[in-house]
């Protein structure tokens, strides 16, 4: 799986729009590009994936690049809940499904 | 509630002894993954089944098993603890293994102390 890189940490306003950035470079024409959080030692939380085209759900929007190199989750109106380590993760589809981690993205909103 | 249960949710043993973490996996979903998150490792992942079959290994110790059970439900066996395994360990279920995609739903994970 290809290897990612988010920033340690971020900030956000209550209300306001997060952006979370994620560079995944080497990632191939088959592999997923997945966002998980995990609020506090809790278990970590699927939030959205893609392929190649933006999704949306009701937790997020997530924006991949045409050359599919970077990809942004974008939370539309962060609240206090929304703290949480934000875990970029690509995978492709295959016989070993498990998730790599890597450090993740502290964001934290702020009041 | 993610739908997956694991127990116990704290666990204090001491250095050398053995315990057991249980994992029941949502209603339907046929793979089990383990996860070990320390402080200083980040989330770790240790060793997939995939009814009642291991699917994959990662950085699983030699002192560390699992299973999965007719019934779908997972046990991680810890022997011989040491200090540093110390960590959460963290149950996700999934439907299948292989072929498509899909989220992984994770547990409230087990906190264990190794004193």
């Known amino acids: 799986d290809a290897k990612t890189t988010q920033p340690p940490s971020m900030d956000c306003a209550e209300g306001r729009a997060a952006n979370l950035p994620c560079n995944h470079s080497?990632?191939?024409?088959?592999?997923?590009v997945y966002w998980y959080r995990q609020i506090h030692s809790q278990g970590p939380q699927y939030i959205i994936h893609?392929?190649?085209n933006n999704e949306t759900n009701e937790m997020a929007s997530l924006i991949i690049t045409e050359d599919r190199k970077s990809s942004t989750l974008i939370l539309p109106h962060a609240t206090l809940r929304d703290t949480a380590v934000y875990y970029c993760?690509?995978?492709?589809?295959?016989?070993?499904?498990?998730?790599?981690f890597g450090s993740g993205t502290q964001l934290t909103v702020l009041p | 509630d993610s739908g997956v249960t694991q127990t116990p949710k704290h666990l204090i043993t001491a250095t050398g002894q053995r315990v057991t973490l249980r994992c029941s996996p949502r209603?339907?979903?046929?793979?089990v993954y383990w996860y070990q998150q320390s402080l200083d490792q980040g989330l770790q992942f240790l060793i997939q089944?995939?009814?009642?079959?291991?699917?994959a290994k990662g950085n699983i110790l030699e002192r560390f098993s699992a299973q999965q059970f007719p019934d779908l439900h997972s046990e991680l066996n810890l022997s011989s603890l040491e200090l540093g395994d110390s960590a959460l360990y963290f149950c996700?279920?999934?439907?299948?293994?292989?072929?498509?995609?899909?989220?992984?739903?994770f547990g409230e994970g087990s906190r264990l102390t190794v004193l």
């Open positions: 996700a279920s999934s439907v299948e293994s292989g072929g498509g995609h899909g989220e992984l739903f």
């Open positions: 080497t990632i191939s024409g088959n592999e997923y």
């Open positions: 893609g392929l190649k």
């Open positions: 993760i690509v995978r492709g589809s295959g016989s070993a499904r498990q998730l790599t």
């Open positions: 209603s339907g979903d046929l793979s």
């Open positions: 089944y995939y009814n009642g079959e291991e699917r």
